[in-house]
């Protein structure tokens, strides 16, 4: 009986190896994200330092609703002048890019319109001219880059035509309640090729793509034929993927890159554009949404980080970071206190400021984890994140450190039930809770 508590109470360890000689490559946006930031959360928004900020369902201030970026807010009368600054409205956008740039984040844009939740939809519908569509889209790209209409010169990089155009076509729910595009999916694939087409013409250093698409595997192949087929640009190209389990976010990501390579889009960038913790979608329980400001999303939000900077991917972008809504893990709404996933994206922030990947390496499934090397070869910063799906597994365990000779932890910091961002001695050895993460710092051990 006693050998038998013993071995229940045993913490078994793994251990996790950092090789500095063995480069992989630069640290790529894994920690950038869908919208923000606002007047509450701009200090703790700007030290998250994130990388780029798509502009969907995008409101203006803390609460959903208000959209501001939609097509059909900027040109509110499609029967207006589009060669008139006097046709648009920028009051609202305005204000939402030059927070971006003020929080140090690059704007992401996405141009088309917000999903409709409400039995009444509005600016959902196929265009009436989709020519007329892209010259509105060329103006607005021309406010922001070029000063027109007393614009800016922001030099925004990436331009989304539309969002999630196929979420409504299985069972034809386009035709009863569509929520994202109220056509079918060859109307959409028309209205893409005239507007990135056009929009190329007129600006061919920026990036056209889109169209984030949610179900990439079933839409994509015909999509991708028919921008092949009339010799449209395809820049990037933009899906979503929510789900529990990192490695099935990762399978998606490599399926999206092989279908790219095969139908001839082999230097179009993969970004996945929306993300997070979703068990189901049908859940009476509301499970997912109690989980995503807990540290469990914080570790499967830092382990899809990881996992996913050794996949075929240009870009990962959480989903989201406007407050007061379910999926934003890492602000408490109203109050906007920080929660446990500020931390996983944070931390990441730390590794991109170093920029460059070693290899790392661990002995056993659900740890996960990414080193960055300093400009000047003299620290390490290594993230391990140890995420389990199954709420019932919660024995701790210990985690140890395969380090060369020269290199020695200088400091760590702890995210886990006991607190967020903890100080913790430096060592070679943690004990790590099953849905936890710690970022820690190495440094060549040089004598003096």
């Known amino acids: 009986m006693k050998t038998l508590l013993l071995s229940l109470v045993m913490i078994a360890q793994a251990v996790v190896g950092v090789d500095p000689a063995a480069v992989v490559g630069p640290i790529k946006p894994m920690n950038a994200g869908n919208n923000g930031p606002y007047d509450p959360i701009m200090e703790s928004y700007t030290a998250l330092r994130i990388p780029y900020a798509r502009t969907h369902d995008t409101a203006l201030g803390t609460e959903y609703g208000g959209h501001c970026i939609d097509i059909s ?10 060669n008139s600054p006097k046709s648009y409205d920028f009051t609202n956008s305005d204000v939402v890019l030059l927070d971006m740039q003020k929080a140090g984040t690059k704007p992401f844009y996405r141009l088309g319109q917000s999903i409709e ?17 892209a010259k509105i889209c060329e103006h607005i790209i021309r406010h922001y880059n070029e000063g027109w209409a007393n614009g800016y010169q922001m030099g925004i990089a990436y331009w989304e035509i539309w969002n999630e155009p196929d979420l409504d076509d299985p069972d034809d729910r386009w035709k009863t309640d569509p929520r994202t595009w109220a056509g079918t999916q060859e109307q959409f694939y028309d209205l893409y090729v005239t507007a990135a087409k056009h929009l190329k013409k007129c600006f061919p250093n920026v990036k056209i793509g889109g ?6 595997r079933k839409y994509g192949p015909a999509f991708l034929d028919y921008v092949k087929a009339k010799e449209a640009p395809l820049d990037f190209f ?30 179009t960038e993969s970004i996945l554009n929306e ?42 972008m959480y989903y989201d970071l406007r407050p007061n809504t379910s999926w934003c893990g890492p602000f408490a709404p109203f109050v906007y206190d920080l929660r446990p996933p500020y931390w996983a994206l944070y931390y990441w922030a730390e590794l991109a400021e170093y920029g460059t990947q070693v290899e790392s390496s661990c002995d056993t499934g659900n740890i996960y984890s990414c080193a960055a090397l300093s400009e000047d070869g003299a620290n390490i910063r290594l993230l391990i994140s140890r995420y389990h799906e199954d709420d ?13 000779g020269p290199w020695r932890v200088i400091s760590a910091r702890i995210t886990d039930s006991q607190g967020q961002d903890r100080r913790i001695e430096p060592s070679k050895t943690y004990t790590m809770e099953s849905n936890s993460l710690i970022l820690i710092e190495l440094s060549k051990n040089i004598k003096q």
């Open 73 to 82: 807010e900027i040109f509110p009368d499609f029967r207006a002048n589009v």
């Open 117 to 133: 939740h409400q039995t009444r939809k509005y600016g959902i519908y196929p265009p009436k001219d989709y020519k007329k569509w």
């Open 211 to 216: 169209p984030a698409f949610a179900n990439p």
């Open 238 to 267: 933009s899906h979503h993927m929510y789900h529990r389990k990192p490695e099935r976010i990762v399978e998606d990501v490599c399926i999206v890159r092989d279908m790219l390579d095969a139908k001839g889009f082999g230097t």
């Open 275 to 316: 993300w997070n913790y979703n068990r189901s979608w049908d859940e009476p329980d509301h499970y997912s949404r109690r989980v995503r400001p807990t540290v469990k999303a914080a570790a499967f939000v830092a382990a899809v980080m990881c996992a996913c900077q050794r996949a075929p991917l240009s870009m990962l």
């Open 392 to 404: 019932a597994h919660n024995t701790p365990r210990d985690i140890s450190l395969n380090l060369p």
